[in-house]
């Protein structure tokens, strides 16, 4: 039986597409079809795609001609699926030509002609419409928030909002034709699909409530709120609204991240023993005002690790803090939890001690090591008592990567799903509550 691989996005499925499936198995018996995942996709820069990976393996699948789909979800996996198929021939469109010549040494590679006339792009400029976004609040994160957003296909700002917006908002570097406001009703009741919150952390609870109340979608930077049963209230206006309500932990969407997950949870390193991550900033370095750093080591920075701790080991049963307060904020914690599936997370926070930021699991069979700054995941090795079984994972990760959360909450819009699989309502309600319960202890 002579079996025939080829890979794409397929998004939009269309006769360009069909075409070279049909031509690709009318080389053999069976047509394999790497269809590539969300993640790898993003990972490759394509942040223009409609479709979710469902849709698109669903649609591929449906066709009669196709044997069997897989999801391709890195870099090697071309070579490693064209040994463990035992495949006779690679073939792509001849918009790749050359690019695939390496697989030569693995199978035969064959470079077809393109479907002249039609695209993938071609039919998404023509029928997707832009997703508009509201700004609230000039900050840091708003300016890299603009910025990023340039680089995810089919959204644009159209206004803003400050208290204070008058001169701030030529920062922003917004679009002409974008609007200002300083008041934050009028800013609710202009035409946009959603909002990015981001400025004082105790503001955030009443910024969200009054956008989802009036029919936004919300992206709001963490914690939405330090206080007891704010989040769960949020999220349960989020659910009577049928709106999207997703914390803008960027960790949580980056394509290497998932991956590391994904081969966690597949069994690479045993059984998950224990989880250690640090995230230290120096923010008063990094020219971030006082008042900002006030908040705490904590508020700002333990949602990270313990995102880490928490998707891997699940909920915790038993939670400890060791935090170091001087002037009258936590300058660097440590909480250290206990989970019922034994394991033990220990999340390192600072933001007046610089250290390596790095995170480690180890597991029974071996350890994944992610080197800093591990939120901002790029690479990860994974390694086992025998030194030479060392694998290493190595992912693109463009610019600050709020691209890759930008492009996942748009395509959640856009699919009218009101959950991430990538960052559950549960997940970010128990991420919250490490938060809520440190500041009560303080007080
Ligand atoms: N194609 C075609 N004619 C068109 C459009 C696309 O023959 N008018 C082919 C492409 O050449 C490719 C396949 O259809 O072989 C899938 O195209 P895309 O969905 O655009 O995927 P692509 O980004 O090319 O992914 O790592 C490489 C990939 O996985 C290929």
Known sequence: ????????????????????????????????????????????????????????????????????????????????????????????????????????????????????????????????????????????????????????????????????????????????????????????????????ICGDICDRYTLVKKALLSGKNVLCENPFSVKKGETEELFAIAKQQNLLLLLALKTAFAPAF???????????????RDIRATFTSLYRQRGFGENYIKNGATNLLMSYPSLLVNKLAGEHNSLEFFDQVIDDYDVSNVAITRHKTQVLGIASVGVEVKSDGNAIISGTEGYAYIPAPWWLTRKFHIRFEDPSKEIKFEFEFAGDGLRYMISEFISLIRQKSVESPRLTINEMIELNKIIVEYNNRKK
Do not use: C
Request: net charge negative; proline share 1%; no cysteine.
């Open 1 to 196: 039986m002579k079996k025939i691989i080829t890979y794409g996005t397929f998004d939009m499925l269309h006769i360009g597409h069909i075409n070279i499936l049909t031509r690709a198995k009318a080389r053999g018996d069976y047509l394999i079809v790497g269809v590539t995942g969300d993640d790898y996709d993003r990972s490759r820069g394509k942040l223009n795609v409609v479709q979710s990976q469902e849709e698109r393996i669903t649609a591929v699948k449906e066709l009669d001609i196709v044997d069997e789909v897989v999801i391709e979800t890195h870099k090697t996996q071309k070579q490693e699926d064209i040994i463990n198929y035992g495949i006779d021939e690679f073939v792509i469109g001849d918009d790749w030509v050359g690019h695939f010549d390496y697989l030569n040494e693995f199978t035969k590679v064959v470079y077809l002609p393109r479907t002249k006339g039609i695209s993938s792009t071609k039919i998404r400029n023509e029928s997707v419409t832009d997703i508009k976004f509201g700004v609230v609040n000039v900050t840091h994160d708003s300016k890299r928030f603009v910025k990023e957003l340039g680089f995810v296909s089919f959204t644009k700002v159209v206004s803003a909002y400050d208290k204070y917006i008058g001169n701030a908002y030529a920062e922003l570097n917004l679009p002409e034709k974008a609007h200002k406001f300083d008041d934050y009703e009028q800013f609710l009741a202009s035409d946009m699909d959603a909002v990015y």
């Open 258 to 272: 998932n991956k590391l997950l994904e081969e966690i949870n597949k069994g690479v390193i045993g059984k998950v």
